[in-house]
Protein backbone atom coordinates (compact mmCIF):
# COMPACT_ATOMS: atom_id res chain seq x y z
CA UNK A 1 0.00 0.00 0.00
CA UNK A 2 2.81 2.87 1.17
CA UNK A 3 4.61 1.77 -2.21
CA UNK A 4 1.53 2.60 -4.24
CA UNK A 5 0.55 5.94 -2.69
CA UNK A 6 4.80 6.57 -2.99
CA UNK A 7 3.59 4.95 -7.22
CA UNK A 8 0.81 8.24 -7.05
CA UNK A 9 2.73 10.49 -5.90
CA UNK A 10 5.27 10.60 -8.37
CA UNK A 11 2.77 10.81 -11.53
CA UNK A 12 0.53 13.68 -9.86
CA UNK A 13 1.34 16.64 -11.77
CA UNK A 14 3.79 19.00 -10.64
CA UNK A 15 1.75 22.91 -10.31
CA UNK A 16 3.64 26.23 -11.47
CA UNK A 17 3.72 27.95 -14.76
CA UNK A 18 5.14 25.77 -17.61
CA UNK A 19 7.72 28.94 -18.38
CA UNK A 20 9.12 28.93 -14.63
CA UNK A 21 12.42 27.51 -14.84
CA UNK A 22 12.50 23.96 -12.68
CA UNK A 23 15.71 22.27 -11.37
CA UNK A 24 16.39 18.78 -11.34
CA UNK A 25 18.36 16.80 -8.87
CA UNK A 26 19.33 13.32 -10.64
CA UNK A 27 20.31 10.23 -9.18
CA UNK A 28 24.33 10.16 -10.22
CA UNK A 29 24.37 13.72 -8.68
CA UNK A 30 24.02 15.70 -11.98
CA UNK A 31 22.01 19.35 -11.54
CA UNK A 32 19.53 20.45 -15.19
CA UNK A 33 17.56 23.56 -15.47
CA UNK A 34 14.57 22.82 -17.16
CA UNK A 35 11.74 24.63 -18.80
CA UNK A 36 8.07 23.89 -19.78
CA UNK A 37 8.21 20.84 -18.03
CA UNK A 38 5.48 18.25 -18.66
CA UNK A 39 5.23 15.85 -16.28
CA UNK A 40 1.63 14.29 -16.59
CA UNK A 41 2.70 11.26 -18.87
CA UNK A 42 2.95 7.66 -17.18
CA UNK A 43 6.38 7.38 -18.83
CA UNK A 44 8.90 10.25 -18.71
CA UNK A 45 9.18 13.74 -17.86
CA UNK A 46 9.46 16.21 -21.25
CA UNK A 47 10.79 19.75 -21.36
CA UNK A 48 12.94 22.02 -22.71
CA UNK A 49 16.54 22.96 -21.89
CA UNK A 50 19.40 25.14 -22.92
CA UNK A 51 21.62 22.12 -24.50
CA UNK A 52 24.95 24.61 -23.70
CA UNK A 53 23.41 24.51 -19.93
CA UNK A 54 26.26 21.63 -19.27
CA UNK A 55 29.24 23.19 -21.22
CA UNK A 56 28.34 26.55 -19.16
CA UNK A 57 28.10 24.66 -16.09
CA UNK A 58 31.69 23.14 -16.45
CA UNK A 59 33.11 26.74 -17.04
CA UNK A 60 31.34 28.60 -14.07
CA UNK A 61 32.51 25.38 -11.48
CA UNK A 62 35.77 25.71 -12.78
CA UNK A 63 35.80 29.44 -11.93
CA UNK A 64 34.92 28.91 -8.60
CA UNK A 65 37.19 26.04 -8.15
CA UNK A 66 40.05 28.84 -9.32
CA UNK A 67 38.42 30.87 -6.60
CA UNK A 68 38.70 28.38 -3.90
CA UNK A 69 34.88 28.66 -3.30
CA UNK A 70 32.80 25.89 -5.43
CA UNK A 71 29.75 26.41 -4.44
CA UNK A 72 29.09 30.39 -4.74
CA UNK A 73 27.10 31.25 -7.13
CA UNK A 74 27.54 34.51 -7.40
CA UNK A 75 30.84 33.76 -9.36
CA UNK A 76 30.36 33.02 -12.69
CA UNK A 77 31.92 32.35 -15.78
CA UNK A 78 32.43 35.50 -18.51
CA UNK A 79 32.87 33.03 -21.39
CA UNK A 80 29.97 30.89 -20.01
CA UNK A 81 27.73 34.29 -20.02
CA UNK A 82 28.74 34.70 -23.58
CA UNK A 83 27.26 31.72 -24.97
CA UNK A 84 23.92 31.89 -26.24
CA UNK A 85 20.44 29.54 -25.15
CA UNK A 86 19.44 27.33 -27.38
CA UNK A 87 16.76 25.98 -26.25
CA UNK A 88 15.82 21.70 -26.86
CA UNK A 89 13.30 19.48 -26.32
CA UNK A 90 14.76 16.26 -24.45
CA UNK A 91 12.93 13.72 -21.83
CA UNK A 92 14.20 11.81 -18.92
CA UNK A 93 13.12 8.29 -17.35
CA UNK A 94 12.00 9.04 -14.01
CA UNK A 95 13.56 6.41 -12.02
CA UNK A 96 16.80 8.73 -13.42
CA UNK A 97 15.37 11.66 -11.30
CA UNK A 98 15.60 12.39 -7.80
CA UNK A 99 13.69 15.60 -7.30
CA UNK A 100 12.99 18.65 -9.06
CA UNK A 101 12.31 22.00 -7.15
CA UNK A 102 10.01 24.99 -8.47
CA UNK A 103 10.46 28.66 -8.51
CA UNK A 104 8.54 29.18 -5.63
CA UNK A 105 11.17 26.23 -3.90
CA UNK A 106 8.39 23.54 -3.51
CA UNK A 107 10.15 20.27 -3.78
CA UNK A 108 8.53 17.24 -5.32
CA UNK A 109 10.35 13.96 -4.77
CA UNK A 110 10.26 11.41 -7.97
CA UNK A 111 12.54 8.46 -5.68
CA UNK A 112 10.83 6.69 -3.13
CA UNK A 113 11.64 3.01 -1.50
CA UNK A 114 11.30 0.23 -3.69
CA UNK A 115 13.59 -2.80 -3.79
CA UNK A 116 11.28 -4.19 -6.84
CA UNK A 117 12.94 -1.88 -8.84
CA UNK A 118 16.07 -1.02 -7.63
CA UNK A 119 15.22 1.65 -5.08
CA UNK A 120 16.90 -0.12 -2.00
CA UNK A 121 17.92 3.53 -0.12
CA UNK A 122 15.46 4.77 2.66
CA UNK A 123 14.09 8.52 0.96
CA UNK A 124 17.15 10.62 3.40
CA UNK A 125 19.83 8.18 2.42
CA UNK A 126 19.14 8.44 -1.36
CA UNK A 127 19.60 12.16 -0.70
CA UNK A 128 22.20 12.15 0.85
CA UNK A 129 23.70 9.86 -1.72
CA UNK A 130 22.66 12.17 -4.74
CA UNK A 131 24.12 15.19 -3.02
CA UNK A 132 27.28 13.82 -2.16
CA UNK A 133 27.81 12.64 -6.12
CA UNK A 134 26.28 16.44 -6.83
CA UNK A 135 29.20 17.64 -4.56
CA UNK A 136 32.01 15.53 -5.62
CA UNK A 137 31.01 16.98 -9.57
CA UNK A 138 31.62 20.10 -8.23
CA UNK A 139 34.52 20.23 -6.08
CA UNK A 140 36.62 17.45 -7.61
CA UNK A 141 38.25 18.24 -11.18
CA UNK A 142 40.17 14.55 -11.69
CA UNK A 143 43.50 16.73 -12.91
CA UNK A 144 46.15 15.73 -11.49
CA UNK A 145 44.91 12.12 -12.18
CA UNK A 146 44.74 13.28 -15.97
CA UNK A 147 48.21 14.82 -15.54
CA UNK A 148 49.64 11.72 -14.14
CA UNK A 149 47.70 9.20 -16.87
CA UNK A 150 49.09 11.64 -19.22
CA UNK A 151 53.00 11.34 -17.79
CA UNK A 152 52.51 7.61 -17.57
CA UNK A 153 51.48 6.89 -20.69
CA UNK A 154 54.21 9.37 -22.27
CA UNK A 155 56.67 7.24 -20.82
CA UNK A 156 55.37 3.60 -20.95
CA UNK A 157 54.24 4.33 -24.81
CA UNK A 158 57.75 5.18 -25.59
CA UNK A 159 59.07 1.99 -23.45
CA UNK A 160 56.81 -0.03 -25.26
CA UNK A 161 58.52 0.95 -28.38
CA UNK A 162 55.77 0.52 -30.81
CA UNK A 163 54.61 -3.19 -29.15
CA UNK A 164 51.06 -4.28 -29.16
CA UNK A 165 51.77 -3.92 -25.73
CA UNK A 166 51.22 -0.01 -25.62
CA UNK A 167 47.31 -1.22 -25.80
CA UNK A 168 47.40 -2.35 -22.67
CA UNK A 169 48.45 0.55 -20.48
CA UNK A 170 45.83 3.03 -20.57
CA UNK A 171 43.27 0.37 -19.11
CA UNK A 172 46.04 -0.53 -16.56
CA UNK A 173 46.60 2.79 -15.36
CA UNK A 174 42.97 3.95 -15.27
CA UNK A 175 43.07 1.10 -12.66
CA UNK A 176 45.69 2.52 -10.38
CA UNK A 177 43.08 5.79 -10.03
CA UNK A 178 40.63 3.18 -8.04
CA UNK A 179 43.24 2.11 -4.94
CA UNK A 180 43.58 5.49 -3.08
CA UNK A 181 40.84 5.92 -0.75
CA UNK A 182 38.89 9.41 -1.15
CA UNK A 183 38.91 11.71 0.83
CA UNK A 184 36.17 14.48 1.52
CA UNK A 185 37.88 17.73 2.74
CA UNK A 186 35.80 20.19 4.53
CA UNK A 187 35.31 22.95 1.79
CA UNK A 188 34.08 20.29 -0.62
CA UNK A 189 31.03 20.02 1.68
CA UNK A 190 28.18 22.15 0.15
CA UNK A 191 25.76 21.21 3.28
CA UNK A 192 28.22 20.36 6.64
CA UNK A 193 25.05 18.43 8.08
CA UNK A 194 26.48 15.45 5.66
CA UNK A 195 30.07 15.62 7.05
CA UNK A 196 29.74 12.65 8.59
CA UNK A 197 26.87 10.95 6.90
CA UNK A 198 27.91 7.50 5.64
CA UNK A 199 25.43 7.81 2.75
CA UNK A 200 26.66 11.03 1.70
CA UNK A 201 30.18 9.78 1.93
CA UNK A 202 29.22 6.85 -0.23
CA UNK A 203 27.98 9.16 -3.13
CA UNK A 204 30.76 11.56 -2.77
CA UNK A 205 33.27 8.43 -3.25
CA UNK A 206 31.82 6.64 -6.26
CA UNK A 207 31.34 9.43 -8.43
CA UNK A 208 34.79 10.37 -7.34
CA UNK A 209 36.42 7.51 -8.88
CA UNK A 210 34.35 7.34 -11.52
CA UNK A 211 35.86 10.79 -12.49
CA UNK A 212 39.27 9.75 -11.51
CA UNK A 213 39.21 6.70 -13.44
CA UNK A 214 38.07 8.84 -16.61
CA UNK A 215 40.52 11.48 -16.04
CA UNK A 216 43.47 8.59 -15.75
CA UNK A 217 41.96 6.86 -19.01
CA UNK A 218 41.70 10.35 -21.03
CA UNK A 219 45.53 11.16 -19.61
CA UNK A 220 46.76 7.61 -20.31
CA UNK A 221 45.35 7.35 -23.81
CA UNK A 222 46.86 10.74 -24.96
CA UNK A 223 50.53 9.67 -23.12
CA UNK A 224 50.62 6.46 -24.68
CA UNK A 225 49.94 7.91 -28.37
CA UNK A 226 52.44 10.95 -27.43
CA UNK A 227 54.87 8.37 -26.17
CA UNK A 228 54.85 5.89 -29.26
CA UNK A 229 55.14 9.29 -32.10
CA UNK A 230 58.29 9.94 -30.41
CA UNK A 231 59.52 6.57 -30.37
CA UNK A 232 58.90 6.15 -34.21
CA UNK A 233 60.44 9.64 -34.98
CA UNK A 234 63.41 8.44 -32.64
CA UNK A 235 63.62 5.15 -34.18
CA UNK A 236 63.33 6.53 -37.85
CA UNK A 237 66.52 8.97 -36.90
Not at 4 to 9: E, K, R, S, V, W
Amino acid sequence: MRTFLAFCFCFAPFTGSAQDPVNILLMNGKELVVYSLNDTSFTNLQFEYDKNFFRKERLHIRARRKAGKPFDLGIQSAKAEAKPVVLKHASLERNEVFSMIAKGGDERLLYYLDPAIGNDMPVESARAYALGARDARVAKSGAGWFYAGLGAGFVGGYATKGSIWAVALPPVLSLTSLIPSVSIPEKAIHDLRYQYNEDYALGFERQTRSRNLLQTLKGSVLGTVAGLVLYTVVDNN
